[in-house]
């Protein structure tokens, strides 16, 4: 298996730096922000058996604390396979939630549980989902300096 790595951009020396991903055995994967925090899932299947794995770097900046928080069996419904990525965008006291990028799907997990549910919005043709940080910098701000 290829090492794969996190490309991050250090803001107060302008250089790049590659960081290690944990070890993860799926074939695809995507990054998110969940609680503030760097998480991975890994998407992989065997035959009729597919599984989401969510990394989290537990502390901030320390490359060596990915944690695998979860493995989730994925029932044939929400099949894994060439059908895009899944976000972690949320997790809290063994819950999870996730969003299907390409079908635009909230799904719902709990460690208890052996599958996860499709969260069901009704009147809700489309919609996306971004990870918000609130902060004291005006976006504006930002957007009118790039601008001079």
Not at 8 to 27: C, R
Not at 37 to 49: A, D, Q, V
Not at 63 to 78: A, C, G, L, N, P
Not at 84 to 95: E, R, T, V
Request: with cysteine; proline share 3%; net charge neutral.
């Amino acid at each position: 298996m290829a090492t794969r790595s996190i490309i991050s951009l250090d803001l107060d020396n302008d250089k790049f730096e590659s960081h290690p991903m944990p070890l993860i055995n799926g074939k695809e994967t995507s990054v998110g922000v969940s609680g503030g925090c760097l998480c991975i899932c890994g998407l992989h299947w065997k035959e009729s058996l597919n599984y989401i794995d969510v990394w989290v770097m537990k502390k901030v900046g320390d490359w060596e604390s990915w944690t695998k928080m979860f493995s989730i069996k994925v029932h044939d419904r929400f099949p894994v396979r060439g059908f895009g990525y899944y976000l972690p965008i949320y997790s809290s006291n063994g819950a999870l939630l996730l969003y299907r990028v390409t079908h635009r799907v909230l799904l719902y997990y709990d460690q208890g549980w052996t599958d996860v549910k499709d969260v069901h919005c009704r009147d809700f043709y489309g919609f996306q989902v971004i990870c918000h940080t609130p902060t004291l910098i005006s976006l504006r701000d930002i957007v009118t300096r790039e601008n001079m």
